[in-house]
Protein backbone atom coordinates (compact mmCIF):
# COMPACT_ATOMS: atom_id res chain seq x y z
CA UNK A 1 0.00 0.00 0.00
CA UNK A 2 1.38 3.33 -0.91
CA UNK A 3 1.19 5.62 2.12
CA UNK A 4 2.86 8.43 3.81
CA UNK A 5 3.31 9.04 7.02
CA UNK A 6 3.80 12.27 9.37
CA UNK A 7 4.53 12.77 12.81
CA UNK A 8 7.03 14.67 15.33
CA UNK A 9 3.59 17.49 15.96
CA UNK A 10 3.11 18.93 19.16
CA UNK A 11 2.72 22.12 21.08
CA UNK A 12 5.46 24.87 21.45
CA UNK A 13 5.99 28.13 22.80
CA UNK A 14 7.04 30.67 19.67
CA UNK A 15 10.85 30.91 19.41
CA UNK A 16 10.89 27.02 19.88
CA UNK A 17 11.58 24.75 17.24
CA UNK A 18 10.13 20.85 16.07
CA UNK A 19 11.24 18.27 13.83
CA UNK A 20 8.87 16.92 11.79
CA UNK A 21 9.04 13.68 9.80
CA UNK A 22 7.34 11.70 7.02
CA UNK A 23 8.21 8.22 6.52
CA UNK A 24 7.14 6.67 3.10
CA UNK A 25 5.81 2.77 2.07
CA UNK A 26 4.85 0.99 -0.76
CA UNK A 27 6.79 3.12 -2.76
CA UNK A 28 10.29 5.49 -3.14
CA UNK A 29 11.44 9.32 -3.09
CA UNK A 30 13.50 8.88 -5.92
CA UNK A 31 11.16 9.56 -8.24
CA UNK A 32 9.07 11.97 -6.83
CA UNK A 33 8.90 15.61 -5.73
CA UNK A 34 8.45 15.70 -2.14
CA UNK A 35 7.01 18.69 0.20
CA UNK A 36 5.24 19.63 2.67
CA UNK A 37 1.69 21.32 3.41
CA UNK A 38 -0.30 23.02 5.73
CA UNK A 39 -3.87 23.58 6.59
CA UNK A 40 -5.10 26.14 9.79
CA UNK A 41 -8.47 26.72 10.92
CA UNK A 42 -10.21 29.37 8.55
CA UNK A 43 -7.26 29.28 6.01
CA UNK A 44 -6.24 28.65 3.00
CA UNK A 45 -3.85 25.55 2.21
CA UNK A 46 -0.70 26.85 2.10
CA UNK A 47 2.41 25.21 0.15
CA UNK A 48 5.16 25.28 2.71
CA UNK A 49 8.35 23.58 1.29
CA UNK A 50 9.39 20.95 -1.56
CA UNK A 51 12.64 19.15 -2.98
CA UNK A 52 12.79 18.44 -6.46
CA UNK A 53 13.43 15.19 -7.48
CA UNK A 54 15.03 16.14 -10.69
CA UNK A 55 17.58 18.17 -9.49
CA UNK A 56 17.11 18.64 -5.67
CA UNK A 57 16.97 21.95 -5.57
CA UNK A 58 14.56 23.18 -3.18
CA UNK A 59 11.81 25.99 -2.27
CA UNK A 60 10.39 27.73 0.54
CA UNK A 61 7.45 29.56 1.13
CA UNK A 62 8.00 33.23 1.92
CA UNK A 63 6.56 33.09 5.39
CA UNK A 64 9.12 30.25 6.71
CA UNK A 65 12.61 30.95 4.40
CA UNK A 66 15.01 31.02 7.04
CA UNK A 67 13.21 29.36 9.71
CA UNK A 68 12.08 25.89 8.25
CA UNK A 69 14.11 23.17 6.73
CA UNK A 70 13.72 20.76 4.42
CA UNK A 71 15.69 17.47 3.91
CA UNK A 72 15.14 13.85 3.22
CA UNK A 73 17.25 10.63 3.98
CA UNK A 74 16.51 8.59 0.85
CA UNK A 75 18.34 4.87 2.89
CA UNK A 76 15.13 5.72 5.04
CA UNK A 77 12.65 6.89 3.13
CA UNK A 78 11.94 9.68 4.98
CA UNK A 79 11.67 13.52 4.83
CA UNK A 80 12.38 15.94 7.55
CA UNK A 81 11.01 19.18 8.32
CA UNK A 82 13.36 20.82 10.86
CA UNK A 83 10.95 24.28 11.97
CA UNK A 84 12.95 26.85 14.10
CA UNK A 85 11.86 30.27 15.55
CA UNK A 86 8.48 28.79 15.14
CA UNK A 87 5.54 31.55 15.56
CA UNK A 88 1.75 31.32 16.50
CA UNK A 89 0.86 31.57 12.59
CA UNK A 90 2.66 28.49 12.27
CA UNK A 91 0.05 26.53 13.45
CA UNK A 92 -1.37 24.34 11.35
CA UNK A 93 -1.81 20.77 10.20
CA UNK A 94 1.21 20.19 8.51
CA UNK A 95 1.03 17.10 5.56
CA UNK A 96 3.43 15.52 3.87
CA UNK A 97 3.04 14.62 0.19
CA UNK A 98 4.80 13.60 -2.89
CA UNK A 99 4.04 14.36 -7.17
CA UNK A 100 5.87 14.61 -10.00
CA UNK A 101 6.92 18.16 -9.28
CA UNK A 102 7.00 20.86 -6.44
CA UNK A 103 4.48 23.32 -8.10
CA UNK A 104 1.45 20.55 -7.71
CA UNK A 105 2.53 20.04 -4.18
CA UNK A 106 2.64 23.67 -3.08
CA UNK A 107 -0.06 25.48 -5.14
CA UNK A 108 -2.31 24.64 -2.31
CA UNK A 109 -4.63 22.25 -4.49
CA UNK A 110 -7.36 19.80 -3.17
CA UNK A 111 -4.38 17.00 -1.81
CA UNK A 112 -6.91 14.44 -3.39
CA UNK A 113 -5.05 15.71 -6.58
CA UNK A 114 -1.49 15.19 -5.68
CA UNK A 115 -0.20 11.36 -5.92
CA UNK A 116 0.49 10.88 -2.57
CA UNK A 117 -0.45 12.55 0.48
CA UNK A 118 -0.64 11.65 4.33
CA UNK A 119 -3.47 12.83 7.05
CA UNK A 120 -0.80 15.41 8.44
CA UNK A 121 0.48 16.26 12.27
CA UNK A 122 -0.94 19.23 14.62
CA UNK A 123 1.75 21.70 15.23
CA UNK A 124 0.47 24.11 17.63
CA UNK A 125 2.39 27.44 18.62
CA UNK A 126 1.20 29.35 21.42
CA UNK A 127 2.45 32.98 22.59
Known amino acids: EVQLQAFGGGLVQAGGSLRLSCAAS????????IGWFRQAPGKEREGVSC????????WYADSVKGRFTISVNNAKNTMYLQMNSLKPEDTAVYHC????????????????????WGQGTQVTVSS
Open 26 to 33: GFTFVDYA
Open 51 to 58: ISSTDGST
Open 97 to 116: AADLACPAIVAGLDPDYLEV
